[in-house]
């Protein structure tokens, strides 16, 4: 079983080599190459879960080259890092499957091999920033993903799409000069890139009290420009356009997943190389709870004014960044397995949120208004129950996986101080304003059309959206009811994460 | 020479209709096919023009942004006078400067400085190659910073050590840092420039808030 210790660098480099096969390949062949890119790494991120949660006693420390310490480079992973890659692979795979017919009614077949080439991409980075061990790298793949993600963004070239990627472009550039600043500082003052070594040195300046101004600035920098990079409030207004105008697969995949492994970098920055004591007491954690705060209701706003169902789901995904923000924002063990909790939530519930808006727009004549979507429902039986499962989770509905979600806020709430109130009370106004705009969006899918209505016809579900459809809706339900293995595995998993 | 100019006003209609790929037909025609179109069909298919309202309040934003530029930029360079100030308590070698009493290398100074304005450049600016070349600058400055942590390092040189054992060895990393900074520097100001090429085709206007402002218009029709 030892050997299950290379798996994370071979998923890393399967999707780069993916990536620059498939952009020569045909339509076809690079769509069954993404496909089984994905199947492996699900594959094998599952057996190094099961590794590191059955066997490993301690988190594995993978060096890559000869030259260790100060020269090599590392990955470091315990079982938070393979779950989280898990999750992320297994909803980029359902997204691929279910989105099949949009993207080539979105995305001219000639485009199709750079459309699967920056989806390795964007995998690669994400298992890149989900497993590294050193900062410099994870600048580097930082950088990656958002490259991959513009490429994304602006494959399909009708629509708003280029001014959203450049507007997308503007706000990333911004967070990744401020992240690459803090970077090079903490390099500076310590002269190390990994991350265990810069920890060492950092509590040792830490003890002496000296550098605290530095130190301080450093740790707002990074955390600011992952902040803006993943769109947290006020740096939110490029989301509805971006998410918005993207082909759904596309727009699954970015604003499902590539912004929580911005905030996973986060996270293990917090961990393994600030160390949780320096960064509380650096009082980023206050501020970013005051944003997550204001994040959470402006997010939920801006979506009630919305008038169009992909901008209202890319409306909402500002919110749940403000939670997971929020979750760093508590400054406890527990906030921190609500938040984790909380990106594998929204990265398996709003890709299929996204797929379905399209497929329900798709019955509608193309509209994505809401006065058009009138009966789609009814049209389409499929893709309404999944959006309405979709949608009754987001607002946490028992039994599904945002109740746990919220659950895991409302606990982590109680221990968290002079916090308590002010989170109970974000939670309960979230969820009022949820149902607001997401129970407002099922009742008009389900209102029946007018008789007269040329577009009054029932459509059969295609087969490749069903399958990634009823997945999505089963794992849903599967944690929704049965959270406590995932819930053991984060709280252990983050017990030896840092 | 007639069935050209209406096979170009076929697929401008087109590409209102949002019904084509733009970079695909744009690629078949040459500036020449479009000077024979007559100036009624021109005026046809530019964007759609701003109205006063609009210009006003494009007007008013002006003085705002001048406002808020300001206030960035100083903010930066304090923030960061203060972060790399004190990082260099003995100096190793290079001249120091005095900045509201804090003691700064020159190198330093040249690095906060230009990351300021050309983050300020990045954010702030209206006009797209200049918010570009601000990206340039501001990733530029971080190079300079990554690079001068190069210098002096006391690592031994492998062969030149029994000559001069004085002299040490400059570090490798930083400058391969500055390196592969600078190759994502490249590529996305490649990509931005794609961007802006894009959209200035279809809005012929390189202000940022007036192509906003014609893509919420579309939106709405």
């Known amino acids: 079983m030892s050997w299950f210790v290379h798996f994370p660098l071979i998923c890393i480099l399967l999707s780069l080599l993916t990536a620059a096969v498939s952009i020569i390949l045909p339509e076809k062949y690079a769509r069954y190459l993404t496909l089984a890119l994905l199947f492996s790494v699900v594959a094998l991120s599952a057996c190094t879960l099961y590794y590191d949660a059955a066997i490993a006693t301690e988190a594995v420390t993978y060096r890559t080259g000869r030259s260790g310490a100060v020269w090599g480079t590392e990955l470091r992973f315990s079982i938070v890092e393979p779950l989280t890659a898990l999750a992320f692979a297994l909803s980029m795979l359902l997204c691929l499957i279910g989105g099949k017919t949009q993207l080539t009614v979105d995305v001219s077949s000639h485009q199709h091999g750079r459309f699967y080439a920056a989806t390795s991409l964007v995998l690669s980075a994400l298992l890149a920033l989900i497993y590294t061990n050193d900062l410099f790298i994870g600048y580097v793949f930082v950088e990656v993903c958002t490259l991959a993600s513009c490429g994304l963004m602006m494959i399909k070239s009708r629509g708003g799409s280029a001014t959203a990627a450049m507007r997308y472009m503007i706000f990333s550039l911004l967070g990744s000069g401020l992240v690459l600043l803090g970077v090079a500082l903490l390099y500076d003052s310590t002269g190390q890139w990994l991350m265990p070594n810069i920890r060492i040195a950092l509590s040792a300046l830490h003890q002496t009290g000296l550098y605290q101004v530095p130190l301080s600035i450093t740790v707002s920098l990074i955390t600011l420009g992952v902040a803006i990079k993943s769109g947290l409030f006020p740096f939110h207004y490029w989301m509805p356009d971006a998410y918005g105008c993207a082909t759904p697969v596309a727009s699954g995949i970015l604003a499902g997943l590539v912004p929580k492994a911005y905030i996973f970098f986060l996270i293990k920055i917090i961990y393994r190389v600030i160390g949780r004591t320096l960064f509380y007491a650096a009082g980023a954690a206050d501020i970013l709870f005051v944003l997550g705060c204001a994040a959470i209701i402006a997010g939920a706003l801006s979506a009630i004014r919305e008038n169009d169902i992909s901008r209202m789901i890319a409306c909402s995904v500002a919110a749940q960044i403000g939670y997971v923000f929020l979750g760093i924002g508590i400054a406890t063990e527990w906030g921190m397995d609500a938040e984790l909790f909380h990106i594998y939530f929204h990265a398996l519930t709003k890709p299929a949120l996204f797929l379905a808006a399209a497929q329900l727009s798709a019955v509608s004549g193309g509209s994505h208004v809401f006065r058009d979507l009138q009966g789609s429902a009814h049209r389409n039986k499929l893709a309404g129950v999944v959006f309405t499962v979709g949608a009754v989770s987001m607002v946490g509905l028992p039994g599904l996986m945002g109740f746990i979600s919220k659950a895991m806020f409302a606990t982590a709430a109680l221990s968290a101080g002079n916090k308590t109130f002010v989170i109970l009370i974000i939670l309960c106004v979230s969820t009022v304003l949820n149902a607001v705009y997401f129970l407002r969006t099922v009742v008009r899918i389900y209102t029946p059309a007018p008789a007269a209505d040329p577009l009054n016809v029932p459509v059969k579900a295609q087969p490749a959206f069903a399958v990634s459809g009823i997945l999505f809706v089963l794992c849903n339900f599967a944690i929704g009811l049965h959270p406590q293995p995932v819930i053991d595995l984060i709280v252990t998993g983050l017990h030896r994460f840092g | ?221």
């Open chain 2, 1 to 221: 020479m007639n069935r050209r100019a209406e096979a170009i006003k076929e697929s401008l209609r087109r590409w209102d209709a949002d019904q084509i790929d733009l970079t695909e037909e744009t690629a078949r025609y040459q500036p020449q096919d479009v000077r024979m179109l007559s100036d009624t069909d021109k005026a046809l298919w530019a964007p759609r023009p701003i109205r006063r309202m609009e210009q006003f309040e494009l007007r008013s934003f002006q003085g705002l942004y001048w406002v808020m530029s300001v206030v960035t930029c100083a903010g930066l360079i304090a923030a960061l006078l203060f972060a790399m100030a004190s990082l260099r308590d003995t100096p190793a070698g290079t001249p120091l400067i005095q900045l509201g009493g804090l003691m700064i290398s020159f190198q330093e100074a040249a690095v906060i400085f230009l990351f300021a304005i050309g983050f300020t450049t990045l954010l702030l600016h209206r006009n797209l190659v200049k918010k570009i070349i601000g990206f340039n600058i501001m990733n530029s400055a971080i190079g300079l910073f990554l690079f001068s942590m190069g210098a002096g390092g006391s690592l031994r040189p492998p062969l030149a050590e029994s000559v001069a054992p004085q002299m040490g060895r400059s570090g490798p990393l930083p400058g391969g840092l500055a390196l592969a900074s600078l190759a994502v520097s490249v590529l996305v100001t490649a990509l931005m420039l794609t961007l802006t090429l894009r959209l200035y085709r279809k809005y012929h206007t390189l202000n940022i808030d007036e192509i906003c402002m014609h893509a919420q218009s579309e939106r709405k029709v």
